[in-house]
């Protein structure tokens, strides 16, 4: 079956313009991450959503990111007024639910660059 | 807070011998343990997991991670390395029953010589 999808694959911005990042987790997969991987900070992990619940944000960067995840399916990530520090990629991940023995399934991500 | 510390940036082995990538973690009870790995330009893929049971885990492509609580370690290791095992390796811990994602280490870059 088809694996987690991400688009674009690759998104180049100017600085302050706002950017979506788009994720489509595996069909019946509850559970979605995401995660950002940069050189200096190496995977981090940003946001949970299970199902439709309210995600906890505390794991957000900064209040110029944000994420919503509709009819517990496809998610997008906002970052608005990029800085050059957001560059980094970008990964999605689903697992079957939530439970840390659940594997999560990553996509190949956004790779994100900010002028 | 859980962390995770993969000691070695970059390894290099010669092709057909032994590898072992080390991995310590920081948790009070025991984690769930993982180890991924990414290739140039891909996304990350599991190559085995603990939870419990058996300290010997056995993965995809010939690898093995052995969990030693008294060391608070999960080391990586495989018999003889081929080059296409060249690639980034990432250690993960998630103690927060996934809704607190995982926690990787920095990642271990693995060069094969011929």
């Known amino acids: 079956g088809a694996g987690v999808s991400q688009s674009p694959s690759n998104k180049v911005t100017e600085k302050g313009k706002d950017v979506e990042l788009r994720c489509d987790p595996i069909?019946?997969?509850?559970?979605l991450y995401w995660y950002r991987q940069s050189l200096g900070q190496g995977l981090e992990f940003l946001i949970y959503f299970q199902g439709n619940s309210a995600p906890d944000k505390s794991g957000l960067p900064s209040d110029r990111f944000s994420a919503e995840r509709t009819g517990g399916s496809v998610s997008t990530l906002t970052i608005q007024r990029t800085q050059q520090e957001d560059s980094a990629v970008y990964l999605c991940?689903?697992?079957?639910?939530?439970?840390?023995?659940?594997?999560?399934?990553f996509g190949p991500g956004t790779r994100l660059t900010v002028l | 807070a859980q962390s995770v510390t993969q000691p070695d940036i970059h390894i290099t082995v010669s092709e057909g011998a032994s590898l072992e990538l080390r991995c310590n973690y920081s948790?009070?009870?025991?984690?769930?343990l993982f180890w991924y790995v990414q290739s140039p330009g891909q996304g990350l893929q599991l190559l085995l997991k603990y939870f419990s049971g058996d300290t010997l885990v056995q993965g995809i492509k010939g690898f093995e991670a052995e969990f030693k609580r008294s060391q608070s370690s999960f080391n990586l290791r495989k018999p003889s390395v081929h080059w296409s095992d060249a690639a980034e390796y990432f250690c993960?811990?998630?103690?927060?029953?996934?809704?607190?994602?995982?926690?990787f280490g920095k990642g271990t870059h693995l060069i094969i010589q011929p």
């Open positions: 069909s019946g997969h509850t559970a």
């Open positions: 948790y009070g009870a025991t984690p769930y």
């Open positions: 991940a689903s697992s079957f639910s939530s439970g840390g023995y659940n594997e999560q399934f």
């Open positions: 993960a811990v998630d103690s927060g029953g996934g809704a607190d994602g995982l926690t």
